[in-house]
């Protein structure tokens, strides 16, 4: 069972990337997916989430408008799609799945509920 997320590179400011997190072992359809990220000297956060459960979505107001998740069940793979990128938003990204057992929770699921993690893609954003 294994997330990889992948993706991640140097862009210039207002460029785009988009991640993806490809899943192995289990299917993708049994789980909500977040996109997390962590800039250096900063905590974790959340950024993005799709819930298989509901077919819902959650986006972090700091990047609402410009990034958008997506999932491709054919491919076993969800998006992580960044558009007009700055500077603040270079971190590692992450990847992690939560299963029908926290279907309650969902996308609101405390960070430490989400039990699979990729290995975590770096994003840069500079000119």
């Known amino acids: 069972v294994q997330l990889q997320a992948s993706g991640g590179g140097v862009v210039q400011p207002g460029g785009s990337l988009r991640l993806s997190c490809a899943a192995s072992?289990?299917?993708?359809?049994?789980?909500?997916i977040g996109w997390f990220r962590q800039a250096p000297g900063k905590e974790r956060e959340g950024i993005s989430c799709?819930?298989?459960?509901?077919?819902?979505?959650w986006t972090a107001d700091s990047v609402k408008g410009r990034f958008s998740i997506s999932r491709e069940n054919a491919k076993n793979t969800v998006y992580l799609q960044m558009n007009s990128l700055k500077p603040e938003d270079t971190a590692v990204y992450y990847c992690?799945?939560?299963?029908?057992?926290?279907?309650?929770?969902?996308?609101?699921?405390?960070?430490?509920?989400?039990?699979?993690w990729g290995q975590g893609t770096l994003v840069t954003v500079s000119s």
């Open positions: 799709h819930s298989s459960f509901d077919d819902s979505t």
């Open positions: 072992g289990f299917s993708l359809e049994n789980y909500a």
């Open positions: 992690a799945g939560i299963s029908r057992r926290f279907a309650a929770y969902g996308c609101y699921a405390p960070m430490g509920l989400f039990e699979y």
